[in-house]
């Protein structure tokens, strides 16, 4: 199944670099490096505030 897929996206991503100049393929790969780093931001953030809430202990 994983290979069914990766043949399917090795010829969409060809087509798109053959006929479109690769516009499709730099356009997800910008969105999905744009999601990543949102994501690698947000725990940053997330890891700087936990340090500051107290924290309980449960004995």
Do not use: C
Request: aromatic content about 8%.
């Amino acid at each position: 199944m994983f290979r069914i897929l990766l043949v399917i996206a090795v010829i969409a991503i060809g087509y798109d670099a053959i006929v479109h100049q690769g516009a499709y393929t730099r356009d997800l790969w910008y969105k999905a490096v744009g999601a990543t780093e949102r994501v690698v931001d947000e725990a940053k953030r997330v890891g700087e505030r936990a340090p500051d809430e107290p924290r309980s202990q449960m004995n």
